[in-house]
């Protein structure tokens, strides 16, 4: 069994925790896409239906969920050795997650922005600031830039191009 070896490393109990509420959140939204109309009455094809993306999201959530939680038992997450306190950094970096996630969809999409710059400025800081303190750390603070700058750029047009193009969405 892994020992918690750095303050930022959570411990196995609090992945079991959230890998159960990521479970829930995955099955949750996978079956209410799967109770979707499929507007198959009008006509609409199967790729088309309003709940196969949302599906597909809600089953690779819970694919990934379920990876979370297998992991944290094998690390110990049941033993009395793994039930470990969320430390302070755990918990700051859950906070920080939390006000982006909230910027992001309440300030930043739908106001001016387009929708590649929007995801690009979300996941640029995403990235950078929750890395900021192990490349601090490591004296590599200019590359973490540069990474947070380059994989932003690529997801944020990535994923624009994906929902315009390959499954007809528009984005605000």
Same mark, same amino acid.
Not at 104 to 129: D, K, N, Q, S
């Given at each position: 069994?892994?020992?918690?070896? !750095? !303050?930022?490393? &959570? *411990? &196995?109990?609090? /992945? =079991?925790?959230?890998?159960?509420?990521?479970?829930? #959140?995955?099955?949750?939204?996978? #079956?209410? *896409?799967?109770?979707? /109309?499929?507007?198959?009455?009008?006509?609409?094809?199967?790729?088309?239906? &309003?709940?196969?993306?949302?599906?597909?999201?809600?089953?690779?959530?819970?694919?990934?969920?379920?990876? #979370?939680?297998?992991? *944290?038992?094998?690390?110990?997450?049941?033993? &009395?050795?793994?039930?470990? !306190?969320?430390?302070?950094?755990?918990?700051?970096?859950?906070?920080?997650?939390?006000?982006?996630?909230?910027? $992001?969809?309440?300030?930043?999409?739908?106001?001016?922005?387009? $929708?590649?710059?929007?995801?690009?400025?979300?996941? $640029?800081?995403?990235?950078?600031?929750?890395?900021?303190? !192990?490349?601090?750390?490591?004296?590599?603070?200019?590359?973490?830039?540069?990474?947070?700058?380059?994989?932003?750029?690529?997801? *944020?047009?990535?994923?624009?191009? =994906?929902?315009?193009?390959?499954?007809?969405?528009?984005?605000?």
């Amino acid at each position: 069994m892994e020992t918690q070896a !750095e !303050e930022g490393v &959570p *411990s &196995p109990r609090s /992945d =079991l925790i959230s890998g159960g509420v990521w479970v829930v #959140i995955g099955a949750a939204i996978t #079956i209410g *896409s799967w109770n979707m /109309d499929r507007l198959a009455n009008q006509g609409v094809p199967g790729f088309a239906a &309003p709940g196969l993306v949302p599906g597909i999201l809600g089953v690779l959530i819970l694919l990934t969920a379920l990876v #979370i939680v297998m992991r *944290s038992v094998a690390r110990g997450a049941l033993t &009395p050795a793994g039930r470990g !306190e969320p430390g302070r950094a755990t918990l700051g970096r859950t906070a920080l997650t939390l006000f982006l996630c909230l910027g $992001f969809a309440g300030g930043l999409v739908g106001h001016g922005l387009p $929708f590649w710059a929007a995801a690009g400025t979300y996941l $640029f800081l995403h990235i950078f600031l929750l890395q900021l303190p !192990e490349r601090r750390a490591a004296g590599q603070v200019r590359r973490g830039i540069a990474v947070a700058a380059a994989v932003a750029l690529g997801a *944020s047009v990535t994923i624009s191009m =994906l929902f315009q193009y390959a499954f007809l969405v528009r984005l605000p």
